[in-house]
């Protein structure tokens, strides 16, 4: 596995191998890996000649309040587990390097963006849109794949790669969850063992919701009002967001169909955690 720190290197690797006629897929992350990035660069694999793996902790996608400052950043260990599989690259630009002093530009994905994670995030899916298009023009990649987990960081992206004409495949990953249906996320190694407890009522959540539509509940109020009922029976847990979407547009649903995803979000201490998944799941 090599390691690029600047984009001039990584741009002339990749015109390289495109000259040399190979694809090469493109997996963006921040670093703290673990078995869902795994299953993301294996999928890759399967998709691509060469496996491009970044990793950047992004400051135009945090807050001022929230935990830039304290990501965790365990480099060496992420570079062990990216050399025992199959990546090619480990792109690992400097902040003051991708952002040179003068930086202004950003890419903005309007709408979509405004709901969700967006309406009490302001400026982070600007800030996501803006690094992935900087990493594509940078990586050239032929397809590119991101989990689903992040519902509307997915269809930003898509959106972006639609309007800005990418020529680029986005391939949407599901889902890795733990035994007990915790969604893996770099996030979680905050948790106490209490708090992760407590993390668990999005998959109970999940599971109630599964139920009831099964049963015959198409009312998304009702099933959203016996939803924070249920998850603020832990005072340990605060919601963000409960609601429940169209796949396409990410639109609210007053009655589900085989497209509604239920998103989450909560706050458990300090960390703040995101679940969804479809309410009448995939065949």
């Given at each position: 596995?090599?390691?690029?720190?600047?984009?001039?290197?990584?741009?002339?690797?990749?015109?390289?191998?495109?000259?040399?006629?190979?694809?090469?897929?493109?997996?963006?992350?921040?670093?703290?890996?673990?078995?869902?990035?795994?299953?993301?660069?294996?999928?890759?694999?399967?998709?691509?000649?060469?496996?491009?793996?970044?990793?950047?902790?992004?400051?135009?996608?945090?807050?001022?309040?929230?935990?830039?400052?304290?990501?965790?950043?365990?480099?060496?260990?992420?570079?062990?587990?990216?050399?025992?599989?199959?990546?090619?690259?480990?792109?690992?630009?400097?902040?003051?390097?991708?952002?040179?002093?003068?930086?202004?530009?950003?890419?903005?994905?309007?709408?979509?963006?405004?709901?969700?994670?967006?309406?009490?995030?302001?400026?982070?899916?600007?800030?996501?849109?803006?690094?992935?298009?900087?990493?594509?023009?940078?990586?050239?990649?032929?397809?590119?794949?991101?989990g689903k987990k992040d519902l509307q960081q997915l269809a930003a992206i898509k959106a972006m790669v639609r309007d800005l004409n990418f020529d680029i495949d986005i391939i949407g990953h599901p889902i890795v969850r733990d035994a007990d249906g915790l969604a893996l996320?770099?996030?979680?190694?905050?948790?106490?063992?209490?708090?992760?407890?407590?993390?668990?009522?999005?998959?109970?959540?999940?599971?109630?919701?599964?139920?009831?539509?099964?049963?015959?509940?198409?009312?998304?109020?009702?099933?959203?009002?016996?939803?924070?009922?249920?998850?603020?029976?832990?005072?340990?847990?605060?919601?963000?967001?409960?609601?429940?979407?169209?796949?396409?547009?990410?639109?609210?649903?007053?009655?589900?169909?085989?497209?509604?995803?239920?998103?989450?979000?909560?706050?458990?201490?300090?960390?703040?955690?995101?679940?969804?998944?479809?309410?009448?799941?995939?065949?």
């Amino acid at each position: 596995m090599e390691i690029i720190n600047t984009v001039p290197a990584m741009t002339a690797w990749s015109n390289q191998r495109i000259k040399a006629g190979a694809s090469i897929a493109l997996i963006p992350t921040m670093g703290c890996l673990h078995e869902g990035h795994q299953a993301l660069i294996n999928e890759a694999a399967r998709r691509a000649d060469e496996v491009v793996v970044s990793i950047f902790v992004n400051p135009l996608q945090f807050g001022p309040n929230e935990d830039f400052s304290r990501y965790p950043r365990p480099f060496d260990n992420d570079c062990a587990i990216l050399s025992a599989l199959k990546t090619s690259v480990l792109f690992a630009p400097e902040a003051q390097l991708f952002y040179p002093e003068g930086f202004t530009t950003s890419v903005a994905v309007q709408g979509l963006t405004d709901g969700l994670c967006g309406a009490t995030r302001p400026g982070h899916f600007t800030g996501v849109t803006t690094v992935v298009a900087k990493l594509f023009n940078s990586v050239k990649p032929t397809v590119a794949l991101f989990g689903k987990k992040d519902l509307q960081q997915l269809a930003a992206i898509k959106a972006m790669v639609r309007d800005l004409n990418f020529d680029i495949d986005i391939i949407g990953h599901p889902i890795v969850r733990d035994a007990d249906g915790l969604a893996l996320s770099s996030r979680n190694r905050y948790l106490t063992i209490t708090e992760r407890s407590s993390a668990l009522c999005l998959t109970k959540a999940m599971t109630s919701a599964r139920q009831w539509v099964t049963q015959g509940m198409t009312d998304c109020c009702i099933i959203l009002d016996r939803l924070r009922d249920q998850i603020t029976t832990d005072p340990a847990v605060t919601i963000d967001y409960l609601t429940i979407v169209q796949e396409s547009n990410l639109a609210p649903q007053t009655k589900t169909d085989h497209q509604s995803i239920l998103a989450m979000a909560i706050k458990i201490g300090s960390t703040r955690l995101i679940d969804n998944d479809h309410l009448i799941p995939e065949e």
